[in-house]
């Protein structure tokens, strides 16, 4: 467990971390609640499902990652499963600022790599940045989505981000999350390619065919995978390299154990991640040549 979630959690009100110790400090916590555990923790504390939501947003914002700016932000997505998934923007020294990851990204990303379909509503101890709403227009979920704050009422994502423009806009049908998977293959590869490419085929990139995947490898042998989360207005992309970090930060893992990285992409695709993603590697001081296939 990290030091400030440890720092969160003792600080939090006793009526609630009660409840909450014994699921967070659990060795087998991924800053993710099930759906049975959030319904318990509701009748445990009294709570209403808003004020529970908001009451978690500490934990969710200890995973911060921000050298640059020190400002933590934290965001929790749930699921169409109802598990709700903690998530924290991520800053990377040395690197350009559109490197950088959102806490809504972070939430949003973190509950499609654990297979979530699409995304009921997100909790956010900040008011989405217009990045973020632009982003969260791409979702399968978008039109539903509702978006809750610290002293506010809940609102829709509609609200928020009025006459958007999306996908219909560019005669796209696919959205984010919404479980159409591609089926590349190759007959011959090691796990890491293996599993890069499996990350591809859940990739979204219906704007430049760029549907690529990453996988990482840490010195513990443990994988964590990413794929690509491309954008109707382009610059709210989400690359697959920040999506695997994103699962390695939700599991607590530090970036400089990573051991080796696999990106794979489509020749056919309109763009490259290849030089952008051995430069973030760079700037994590892991001195890693990127593992590359073009499919």
């Not at 087998?28 to 939501?53: C, H, V």
């Not at 921000?66 to 923007?89: D, K």
């Not at 994502?157 to 919404?178: A, T, V, W």
């Not at 890491?192 to 996988?215: D, E, F, R, T, V």
């Amino acid at each position: 467990m990290n030091k400030q979630l440890q720092k969160v959690l003792n600080e939090l009100p006793e009526n609630i971390a009660i409840y909450l110790k014994p699921i967070v400090e659990n060795q087998d916590f991924y800053a993710t609640i099930s759906a049975p555990q959030f319904e318990k923790l509701i009748k445990q504390t009294g709570l209403s499902d808003k004020n529970l939501r908001l009451a978690l947003l500490p934990l969710a914002a200890s995973y911060s990652i921000s050298p640059i700016s020190n400002f933590c932000v934290g965001a929790i997505a749930r699921g169409l499963s109802g598990h709700l998934y903690f998530g924290a923007n991520i800053e990377f020294p040395d690197a350009p600022l559109g490197q950088s990851v959102h806490a809504e990204q972070s939430a949003i990303s973190h509950a499609w790599m654990k297979g979530e379909q699409g995304i009921q509503d997100i909790t956010i101890n900040y008011s989405p940045c217009g990045h973020c709403r632009q982003f969260m227009n791409e979702l399968s979920t978008a039109q539903s989505l509702m978006v809750q704050l610290p002293e506010q009422d809940e609102k829709s994502l509609q609200q928020y981000l009025p006459e958007s423009f999306g996908p219909k806009d560019l005669n796209i049908n696919s959205r984010l999350m919404d479980n159409n998977p591609l089926t590349h293959t190759i007959s011959n590869g090691d796990e890491l390619l293996n599993k890069a490419i499996a990350a591809l085929n859940i990739s979204h990139a219906p704007y430049s065919g760029n549907y690529c995947g990453i996988a990482i490898m840490l010195n513990d042998k443990s994988v964590y995978c990413g794929a690509y989360a491309e954008n109707a207005a382009f610059n709210p992309s989400l690359p697959a390299l920040q999506v695997a970090l994103i699962q390695m930060q939700m599991a607590g893992k530090d970036f400089s154990t990573i051991s080796s990285v696999a990106l794979v992409e489509l020749k056919s695709g309109k763009i490259s991640h290849q030089s952008s993603t051995q430069s973030v590697l760079d700037t994590l001081g892991v001195a890693i040549t990127l593992d590359y296939l073009e499919i």
